[in-house]
């Protein structure tokens, strides 16, 4: 009985596979402890009583459930903030670093080069703009039960400041490739193409950590009413 209880509650907790190991351990130990303490001589009775105080695995699992997804969301939410201020500085980096060298855009790319320069500035603004708001939302009461609604707003949040953050960021490689196109590479293009590749694998980053945990969400949620 209690192997099989143990698989139950393994798979009710399957949504997180660490958690789940930790949970089953410790239930393992609380019921053979209270097993060994029953007076009862039928073991299969002591066995059953353990296992009804212990609980059902789907209430314990959907208790879990609820602060994983708020640990998950309020994680997340923090990954973003971050990775926001992160492209931002990159970007001041950049800019700083022409200024200093006096390295301006040729004056046959200026016209294309303003285009794309203000895609790159409303695409950043609003992820700037969301990534306030998911902050804001995720700092009130809203998730603390980790409803499924407030959850799924968090992350197609998350899922558009990721949008408006690539765009941005393809706007910031245009714009480096022409500022550094028909020139010859040297220790001044350095700093410009290191900011830029930081880009790069900070928005790949986030695209996959939302990915990832937006799969796991998934199984979360199903666990919890709607």
Do not use: N
Request: charge should be positive; glycine fraction near 8%.
């Amino acid at each position: 009985m209690i192997r099989a209880y143990l698989q139950d509650l393994e798979r009710a907790l399957s949504f997180d596979r660490g958690l789940a190991r930790r949970v089953c351990q410790e239930a393992e130990g609380h019921l053979l402890e209270a097993i060994a303490a029953d007076p009862t001589a039928d073991k299969f009775e002591a066995q059953r009583k353990a296992i009804a105080r212990f609980g059902d695995p789907k209430a314990i699992a959907t208790e879990f459930a609820r602060h994983s997804l708020v640990r998950q969301a309020r994680g997340i939410t923090g990954t973003v903030v971050l990775i926001v201020f992160g492209i931002f500085l990159a970007m001041k980096v950049r800019v700083e670093w022409y200024a200093l060298t006096h390295w301006t855009m040729p004056t046959d790319r200026k016209s294309i080069a303003d285009v794309i320069l203000s895609i790159d500035r409303y695409a950043f603004w609003i992820s700037v703009f969301l990534v306030v708001a998911i902050y804001l939302y995720v700092s009130g009461r809203r998730i603390l039960a980790g409803s499924p609604q407030g959850v799924r707003r968090i992350y197609s949040g998350c899922v558009m400041t990721t949008g408006a953050l690539a765009v941005s960021v393809v706007g910031d490689g245009l714009l480096t490739a022409m500022q550094l196109h028909g020139t010859q590479l040297c220790s001044d293009s350095i700093p410009p193409l290191l900011s830029l590749i930081f880009e790069i694998a900070a928005v790949s980053f986030l695209g996959l950590r939302v990915h990832f945990l937006m799969q796991r969400a998934r199984s979360t949620t199903g666990l919890l009413p709607p």
